[in-house]
Structure formats: structure tokens, C-alpha cells
């Protein structure tokens, strides 16, 4: 049973506006959260995180933003740029202890910015 | 990343002919992880290791078998390699239990015709 869902498998966004991605989840355990990034040919970067005990997380233009009671999370960028086009995976993980430090991750979306 | 080197970064085999995947680090991070990624299902685990000569299973480990004699090397082996392990694999490092952010290798494309 997927645990980590990312519903929409692409998304397209002009540039200058802004892209959000979404993310689901069901373990309840999860208590961390996490958004990488991917280009062709290359491994996973990580983007940005966010703990349980907050409800959104900023850096630069990614803000990321927890519904805990909804099970959800989303991504956004803004302004959106073409170098942004990737896919975005995002990863949950629980803080305690034991094998729970393992990511679980999404599907991912295929972000394309156009120009 | 340049603390995680994977080889071969391309590899073209046969089935039924073994397989083995290496990660080597430079980070000293106690935690090593091997995924694969396929189109429509992500990044799945198929092993971990928490330290020297101790590793576990993930979601996806029937086929594949690792070892870790020494911090820096994680190997993955398909004994026998089928064409559904045609994938791209992906090593990772991780500091410890309380450090979440995983550190990605390049990747190795295996295709197994």
C-alpha cells in the first residue's frame, strides 16, 4: 500500500508563476517530511523539510506547507523558473527511533516550466 | 554528489549472468541505502545498512543481496539478474537516525536484456 502519494504525475507552469505540487500521506507515524529534486541523468537532491511541529517551511523561493490533519502536504515555487523543471519527489520518514529513519517516497511529479 | 561515488554508471548484462553495484563514500556517514526508480513507481528501497556488516531489507529485496565490510562500501549484488531488475539504482548515505536528509549517488542504469 502506498504510504507517500503523489497524485498528479506532471504539471506544467508558465515561468513567473507559481508551481505547487502535492503531496499525501496515510502513516500517521510520519513526522518528518521532505522534497527532492531530480534532473535527467543525475541522483535526487534534497530541496527542503519540514518537521511536524511546524506547519510551513520557506527558503529562498520554495516554501513548503503541512496540513497534519489532512495528511498533506504541497510545495510551492515562485517565482517559477525553467531551470525548476524536474521531477519532485516527496519523502516522509518518523523520528523515533528504531528503522523508522527511513524515507518512503512518492511517485514524483515531472514539473515543466515554460519560458 | 561528490562524497558518493557509484560504479559502473552504465552496465548492459544478461539475464542470469551476477551483478554487483558498488557505492563507495567519502562521507563517513554511519547509514547507506540502495533504491531503484522506475517509471510510475519512484525511488523504492531494496536494502539498508546501519553499519558494518549490518544491513536489512527493504520494500523490494527479493532478488538482490548486499554487503558491507567497511564504512564506505555498500555493494549490491543480483546473483542472477533478470530483466524486471532493468532499472536505475540509486545509492544514498545517510549520517544517522537523526539526521533524515539522504545524501544521493549519481546512479547506475542497468539494463538486463
Known amino acids: 500500500d502506498q504510504q507517500v502519494k503523489q497524485n498528479s504525475p506532471s504539471l506544467s507552469v508558465q515561468e513567473g508563476r507559481i508551481s505547487i505540487l502535492n503531496c499525501d500521506y496515510t502513516?500517521?507515524?510520519?513526522?518528518?517530511f521532505l522534497w527532492y529534486k531530480k534532473y535527467p541523468a543525475e541522483g535526487p537532491t534534497f530541496l527542503i523539510s519540514?518537521?511536524?511541529?511546524?506547519d510551513k517551511n520557506e527558503d529562498g523561493r520554495f516554501t513548503v506547507f503541512l496540513n497534519k490533519s489532512a495528511k498533506h502536504l504541497s510545495l510551492h515555487i515562485v517565482p517559477s523558473q525553467p531551470g525548476d523543471s524536474a521531477v519532485y519527489f516527496c519523502a516522509a520518514s518518523g523520528n523515533s527511533g528504531g528503522s523508522n529513519y527511513k524515507l518512503t517516497f512518492g511517485k514524483g511529479t515531472l514539473l515543466t516550466v515554460n519560458p | 554528489d561528490a562524497g558518493i561515488t557509484q560504479s559502473p554508471r552504465h552496465k548492459v548484462t544478461e539475464t542470469g549472468t551476477p551483478v554487483t553495484l558498488r557505492c563507495h563514500q567519502t562521507e563517513n556517514h554511519r547509514y547507506m541505502y540502495w533504491y531503484r526508480q522506475d517509471p510510475g513507481h519512484g525511488l523504492r528501497l531494496i536494502h539498508y545498512s546501519y553499519g558494518v556488516k549490518d544491513t536489512d531489507k527493504g520494500e523490494v529485496s527479493d532478488g538482490y543481496s548486499v554487503s558491507r565490510s567497511k564504512t564506505e562500501d555498500f555493494l549490491l549484488t543480483l546473483e542472477s539478474a533478470t530483466s524486471s531488475q532493468t532499472s536505475v539504482y540509486f545509492c544514498a548515505t545517510q549520517m544517522g537516525p537523526g539526521a533524515n536528509v539522504l545524501t544521493f549517488g549519481a546512479g547506475s542504469r542497468l539494463t538486463v536484456l
Open positions: 519540514i518537521s511536524s511541529i511546524k
Open positions: 502513516n500517521s507515524m510520519f513526522d518528518y
